[in-house]
């Protein structure tokens, strides 16, 4: 991938998602970045945030739903999901007793474990209210 051309379309990409942390879906990222770039398609949305993905600028962070969503927060982290309205929350709690529990795990059952995401879900606070 190091032969990769500069692409203006897949910065602003890259650039929403980084302004934002809302999780947004790719139809999300398509219609604030057709605001910069109004001849953008769905397609080239889709494809460059399979791109960012795979490069590791972007996260797809699956949801319940079934919709991917998308961050540009790279550094470990969970997620809150709300199954009411729909919005993920960042979660920055102490995960050692998760990690604890990795490493039981998967030491006993499968190997190493690299990475992990936990997805919490419920009523987040504005639903409850």
């Given amino acids: 991938?190091?032969?990769?051309?500069?692409?203006r379309q897949r910065e602003s990409i890259k650039e929403?998602?980084?302004s934002t942390n809302e999780h947004p879906t790719a139809d999300t990222v398509y219609m604030n970045v057709r605001q910069l770039y109004p001849n953008i398609s769905l397609g080239i949305v889709y494809r460059n945030?399979?791109?960012l993905t795979e490069l590791n600028e972007a996260r797809k962070v699956p949801t319940p739903e079934g919709r991917d969503r998308f961050?540009?927060?790279m550094a470990p982290h969970n997620h809150f999901f709300c199954y009411l309205c729909g919005k993920i929350i960042d979660l920055d709690?102490?995960?050692?007793?998760l990690t604890a529990m990795e490493s039981?795990?998967?030491?006993e059952r499968m190997g190493y474990v690299?990475?992990?995401?936990t997805t919490f879900s419920g009523k987040c606070v504005e639903c409850v209210n």
């Avoid at 690299?114 to 995401?117: D, G, H």
Wanted: hydrophobic share 35%; with cysteine.
């Fill in 16 to 18: 929403y998602l980084n």
């Fill in 49 to 51: 945030l399979g791109l």
């Fill in 1 to 7: 991938m190091s032969n990769l051309k500069f692409s």
């Fill in 93 to 97: 709690i102490d995960i050692t007793h």
């Fill in 104 to 107: 039981t795990v998967c030491t």
């Fill in 114 to 117: 690299e990475t992990s995401n």
């Fill in 71 to 73: 961050e540009a927060n």
